[in-house]
């Protein structure tokens, strides 16, 4: 499987995740590094002056220090040295004393140190003591007390440098930094979501089956700044969170591990997008510490992660399986990554995002009541605002509809007298006609049915109206009021027509209509 990074630019890096493959990098001018990929910090001191003289006072760790070629010649040269001085100075004895002129070394005469001749014989006469060998041929003799003396300063100073030589070989033998070529760093990090925040990622591994101890991991981010005063810091340094505030930042390392720092407000990454990745230009040190299982020194493997190897919008693949009883890590899946969907957007920039297409929600405003029936605000409803719609009918129903059935059938047999005093014509004191015309609109109800009415010389459909938010105790008082028996509303326009028929003032539809009955 194979996914391509792309960029918001002229630079591209081709990530590939099939077996046995290999990244390759973008063809890019190479930027200096401050701590190159296998840990060496990339940074050297120069016109020290009389400090240099700090470097001899801990010599031991001056000599720890130096490579090996450095360690090796100086080890060879102090052994070699010191076996010349101090042969010079068994065959210094042997002159002063004059053992070299007796050459055979007769019965009678008695040298300071036996069968020494000439210089040779007086190194491996040396060689003999330091080293302990003890052939028998060439030893001390009692007569000579400055021999005693130089034997004493030998044996001092043989333990000496070989305490100090190879104490140091041994000490450089055990560095713990070896221990570090077996901790692997991933090639690139990546940045990509993880429980739905975006986080800066990278992996670490531990090719040894011997643990790392209290294994604990810092991150740091080198990148030069400018301080509001206008001090410019070159390499200014700032600590990355990977955990330390919940304890992840202490790893148990028996398997690879993927490390995550949440790209928070806290975040100096908080508004790095993937546009501003490619003008970025920092660079993150990780820093591995531990204890070595098996020696009980403190181990550290360092790496660095420059801005071009940060994979925008990629993922570590899985290395871990499970086989028949252990779990099995396929480390030549250790650095491959697969592309997977990311927001190319920095966690700024979908903050202010969210909270502009997230509005507030609008205040609701309280509707103010509306006038009841008995009670209009001491202003007289219009004619407007007296009549209904027709489409609020079926309301109107539904609120008779919830009359108790008591009031319901007192209701009915009200119209019903209203219906004979039409009919009859009953005539009221003025000599008007009967009539529903002038029966207040505030108080009439919608019915299915509609009271016929001469008006204007025509027939027409008179609609009964309720106010919307009238309440039926008040509907009923007024109902009560003016259907009452005898009493119906006057036909404005109609002549008195004292003791004559009713049925003469009705329209020519209703008189045939009595007529049939």
Same mark, same amino acid.
């Given at each position: ?298 181990? !550290?493997?360092?790496? $660095?992660?420059?801005?071009?190897? =940060?994979?925008? #919008? +990629?993922?570590?693949?899985? *290395?871990?399986? &499970? ?120 108080? !009439?109800?919608?019915? $299915?049915?509609?009271?016929?009415? =001469?008006?204007? #010389? +025509?027939?027409?459909?008179? *609609?009964?109206? &309720? ?51």
């Amino acid at each position: 499987m194979s996914a391509i990074r792309r960029k918001f630019g002229e630079d591209y890096q081709v990530v590939n995740t099939d077996r046995g493959m290999t990244f390759s990098a973008p063809v890019k001018k190479k930027r200096q590094r401050f701590v190159e990929k296998n840990g060496r910090c990339n940074v050297q001191h120069g016109n020290l002056g009389g400090e240099t003289s700090r470097y001899i006072s801990d010599l031991f760790t001056t000599l720890v220090d130096l490579k090996w070629r450095w360690n090796l010649l100086i080890f060879i040269l102090t052994y070699t040295v010191a076996w010349l001085v101090m042969a010079s100075m068994w065959w210094v004895i042997a002159y002063i004393r004059g053992d070299l002129s007796h050459g055979g070394h007769d019965s009678s005469y008695t040298p300071c140190v036996a069968n020494v001749y000439n210089f040779p014989s007086a190194f491996l006469f040396f060689i003999e003591t330091e080293a302990t060998i003890g052939y028998g041929y060439r030893y001390i003799t009692e007569k000579c007390p400055e021999g005693i003396i130089l034997f004493l300063f030998q044996s001092l100073l043989g333990s000496i440098v070989d305490a100090f030589l190879i104490g140091c070989m041994f000490i450089k033998m055990s560095q713990p930094k070896k221990r570090a070529e077996t901790l692997m760093f991933s090639q690139d990090a990546v940045v990509s979501q993880r429980d739905g925040k975006l986080c800066l990622m990278f992996r670490v591994g531990n090719l040894r089956n011997s643990h790392m101890v209290s294994a604990q991991i810092r991150c740091k981010l080198i990148k030069s700044r400018q301080t509001p005063e206008g001090e410019f810091l070159p390499l200014d340094q700032c600590e990355l969170d990977v955990g330390f505030g919940t304890g992840a930042d202490q790893l148990f390392l028996v398997s690879p591990l993927t490390i995550c720092h949440e790209i928070n407000t806290k975040s100096p990454f908080f508004d790095l997008s993937q546009r501003s990745l490619m003008n970025e230009q920092f660079e993150i040190v990780v820093i591995l510490e531990g204890i070595v299982e098996t020696t009980g020194m403190t181990c !550290q493997a360092r790496t $660095s992660y420059t801005e071009d190897e =940060v994979l925008w #919008g +990629h993922r570590f693949l899985p *290395v871990m399986s &499970l086989e028949e009883g252990f779990f099995r890590v396929d480390y030549s899946q250790f650095h491959n990554t697969f592309e997977v969907p990311t927001p190319p957007y920095s966690v700024k920039e979908q903050e202010e995002k969210s909270s502009i297409t997230s509005p507030n929600p609008l205040p609701v405003t309280p509707t103010p009541p509306s006038p009841s029936l008995g009670n209009n605000g001491g202003r007289v409803l219009g004619r407007k605002e007296r009549l209904l719609s027709a489409d609020y009918a079926d309301h109107i129903e539904d609120q008779a509809t919830r009359i108790p059935p008591k009031l319901q059938r007192m209701s009915s047999t009200k119209e019903e007298n209203l219906w004979r005093g039409l009919k009859t014509g009953t005539a009221l004191p003025g000599g008007k006609a009967s009539s529903t015309g002038d029966l207040p609109l505030s108080i !009439q109800r919608l019915r $299915s049915s509609s009271i016929p009415v =001469v008006r204007q #010389g +025509h027939l027409e459909e008179q *609609v009964q109206l &309720l106010p919307l938010d009238g309440e039926a105790e008040e509907v009923e008082m007024e109902r009560d009021r003016l259907v009452s028996p005898g009493i119906s509303t006057i036909t404005q326009g109609q002549a008195p027509l004292g003791g004559g028929r009713p049925e003469d003032n009705l329209p020519a539809k209703l008189r045939r209509m009595n007529a049939d009955r």
